[in-house]
């Protein structure tokens, strides 16, 4: 090819006026323009038509590895070994073999091609790991490979490097090898550092394990908020208080850490709030609170099934209407637990296709809990908290149409509406003379011995103190 330009721009490069060394100087010029143009088109013809080739293929096949080697990448980075091929190819017949720029171009070429073979390689065994996968999921769960294949694509990796470092340096590798091993303790402590921010940006990348973008909380950094940058050895956090955090990149994998990116890809975001409840409020319901909470709209339906089922059971094991021991009978709290389900699973920002309950948990000191549990759609943080906040404004402003407390500790104002202590007495004292003044209430009354206070059911007596 280089003798064809030579014959047909020879003389039109001497009609312009060039003598024979600038003659032969641009013809070579030519050729290499010549050919960077071809490696272009085959670049862009490769990458283009040869994914496409292969996908229409790949769609059109019962066999399921070919399509696992396409999810991995492989045939995309298989189509970038073309123009190195063709660079190959095509150097003898434009450039002049005996020059230090056609050798150059060559030893260029092969680094190029060992370092992208290696590329392809990785990915084919990233293809391998997908094969396992899905051809045996439960298998592939018990006995993971992909630490193994992770060793091995590190291994090929290391092979390409050297063998493009050697080939650019047109020396042995044999010998670069054993230069580096008597040097290997000296570079390890210089490099200890680079070496290991880049064995952990391996392994974050291939574990896609931290994006930029992402929401992480790592404690021990104090970094919470998102992601910004990731270099080779530190990632950067933007704090929700606009402060900067710079986390070691091995830190990430040597330690623990919590991403949000889970949360942010599923459909809702999780609701988790509980309500304190008084558990001396607790008690069942009368027929006139059945007949109000009945009309209830949200209500209606589940009072209608629970009665029903309730009268069915008392008939069936011929328990009395107002036996409330042997019988079922309807409880405040339940009802209330129902109607708070019932609300949750109206709202329009619950996502419908996640959990959504409400459960009493262990009862303590502080009452009974009643765990909201449930995820909001809209997980904006400022909209998420509007969602939570409108819903505890509900469920505690109509508590008392079932009859129920919330539980909270006295204060200093529940201490003082009682009054300043006698003198000679003490706050606790005055309280309990406050509670003792109190008139009998619908089914307890209170009675103060000294030292204590107990509460005690209609018709019963006190038991008799010293």
Known sequence: MLGIINSLFSPLW??????????????????????????LLTAKLSSVLFPLLVHYIVKNTKTLWDDFLEEAHFFRRLSRLFPALAAYLLAPSFLSLDTEGADFVRRLVMAYAALMTAHTAAAFFDGVHLIYQGSAPEIAKRRPIKGYLQLVKVFLYLVGVIFAGTTLAD??????????????????????????????SMQLASNDMVRIGDWIEMPKYDADGTVIDVTLQSVKVRNWDNTITAIPIYALVSDSFKNWRGMSDSEGRRIKRSIFLDIRSVRFLDAGEI???????????????????????????????????????????GTYRAYTELYLAALPQTAKNLTVMARYLQPGENGLPLELYLFSSDKAWVDYEHIQADIMDHLLAIMPQFGLRVFQRPSGSDLAASGPPAAGGTASGCFKQRLAE?????????????????????????????
């Open 438 to 466: 109190r008139p009998v209430s619908d089914g307890s009354i209170s009675a103060v011995s000294d030292g204590s206070i107990s509460v005690l059911r209609s018709g019963s007596k006190p038991a008799a103190t010293d």
């Open 171 to 200: 020396v042995s590798p044999v010998g670069m090898l054993s230069g580096l091993g008597a040097m290997s303790a000296v570079l390890l402590l210089i490099f200890k550092d680079a070496i290991l921010g880049f064995v952990s």
């Open 14 to 39: 001497r009609g312009l006026g060039f003598g024979g060394l600038w003659v032969g100087r641009l013809n070579t010029a030519l050729a290499g323009l010549v050919f960077l143009l071809g490696i």
């Open 291 to 333: 007949r109000r909470l009945s009309g209830i709209p949200a209500l209606s339906a589940y009072m209608t099934r629970k009665m029903a089922e309730i009268g069915a059971y008392n008939k069936d094991n011929g328990i009395p209407e107002d036996d409330y021991v042997s019988g079922r009978h309807l409880t405040n709290l």
